[in-house]
């Protein structure tokens, strides 16, 4: 019988794998909704918004996530995976920093910053955690 812990710990690296890839196809759809609406405001509208703030969400959450498994494993990811994760979380507040004084090409940016933070989820995805 495994030990309690050792199926917690498990379970918080599943958390995060799944959620690396929540987090790279929910920008991905997120950009290039955002990047379509910019072209055709026939798809503007909150559903964007919603499906943007929830793909950044879990970004956020995802760091969370990392930072806990880090710990509670003692893991030592490779330097560039945290790079990554750290350069995604920025960028998250960054772009919504940012959000009103770029409103005429709101859409533009947060389409291309949906394809970047799907970029670095991926490169954090290749490098892996270690």
């Known amino acids: 019988m495994k030990p309690v812990v050792t199926v917690v710990l498990a379970s918080i690296r599943d958390i995060h794998q799944a959620l690396a890839w929540v987090a790279v196809l929910g920008n991905a759809v997120a950009?290039?909704?955002a990047l379509g609406a910019h072209r055709n405001p026939a798809l503007r509208g909150?559903?964007?918004w919603w499906w943007t703030a929830a793909a950044q969400l879990a970004i956020v959450a995802q760091a969370?996530?990392?930072v806990g498994l880090v710990t509670a494993e003692g893991l030592d990811p490779p330097e560039f995976h945290l790079l990554y994760?750290?350069?995604a979380l920025?960028?998250?507040g960054v772009v919504y920093g940012y959000r009103?004084?770029?409103e005429a090409r709101?859409?533009?940016v947060y389409g291309l910053a949906g394809l970047f933070l799907m970029g670095l989820g991926i490169r954090a995805m290749v490098i892996g955690p270690g």
């Open 31 to 33: 950009g290039l909704w």
């Open 46 to 48: 909150r559903a964007l």
């Open 64 to 66: 969370f996530v990392g």
């Open 85 to 87: 994760g750290s350069a």
């Open 90 to 92: 920025v960028s998250v």
């Open 100 to 102: 009103h004084q770029v």
């Open 106 to 108: 709101r859409h533009l």
